[in-house]
């Protein structure tokens, strides 16, 4: 019996870390596209104090990234968050708002990995979502 358990139980063991590791990765994937969709949607919000369109776009955009960095927090702040603004690609008349995270799994990963044992892991992990404003509602 005790043969059985030392041939079985190391095949066991690297099926239950791989499902342990790739479930890690893929909450943080979820966690990071949730954290710029929600960013996104505070760039909507209107913002107090702005005096100008740009002055709007640029008080929006610091907005998005501070509630995008605080639904990140569990990451340890080491996912950044950049909220861009430009006018839009498909409608230049539209002004939009892109909110990007990076969390560098390389060299932050989630679950140590083990030597031997070379599992396929990505490099980074990146989220970005995007909002359309109209120019004649910025402030």
Same mark, same amino acid.
């Given at each position: 019996?005790? &043969?059985?358990?030392?041939?079985?139980?190391?095949?066991?063991? @690297?099926?239950?870390?791989?499902?342990?590791?790739?479930?890690?990765?893929?909450?943080?994937?979820? $966690?990071?596209?949730?954290? %710029?969709?929600?960013? %996104?949607? %505070?760039? /909507?919000?209107?913002?107090?104090?702005?005096?100008?369109?740009? $002055?709007?776009?640029?008080?929006? %955009? $610091?907005?998005?990234?501070?509630?995008?960095?605080? @639904?990140? =927090?569990?990451?340890?702040?080491?996912?950044?968050?950049?909220?861009?603004?430009?006018?839009?690609?498909?409608?230049?008349?539209?002004?939009?708002?892109?909110?990007?995270?990076?969390? =560098?799994?390389? $060299?932050?990963?989630? &679950?140590?990995?083990?030597?031997?044992?070379? /599992?396929?892991?990505?490099?980074?992990?990146?989220?970005?979502?995007?909002?359309?404003?109209?120019?004649?509602?910025?402030?």
């Amino acid at each position: 019996m005790a &043969v059985e358990f030392a041939i079985v139980f190391p095949l066991f063991f @690297l099926v239950f870390y791989a499902i342990v590791t790739y479930s890690m990765i893929f909450v943080a994937q979820q $966690s990071l596209t949730l954290a %710029a969709s929600e960013g %996104a949607r %505070a760039a /909507l919000r209107y913002q107090t104090g702005a005096t100008s369109a740009a $002055s709007s776009l640029a008080l929006r %955009a $610091s907005a998005a990234c501070t509630t995008a960095t605080g @639904l990140v =927090n569990w990451l340890a702040g080491s996912a950044p968050c950049t909220a861009t603004y430009a006018a839009c690609s498909f409608d230049a008349t539209m002004q939009c708002v892109n909110v990007a995270l990076v969390y =560098n799994y390389a $060299s932050r990963p989630l &679950v140590p990995s083990l030597p031997l044992i070379g /599992l396929p892991l990505p490099a980074s992990l990146t989220a970005s979502a995007m909002v359309q404003l109209n120019p004649e509602n910025l402030f």
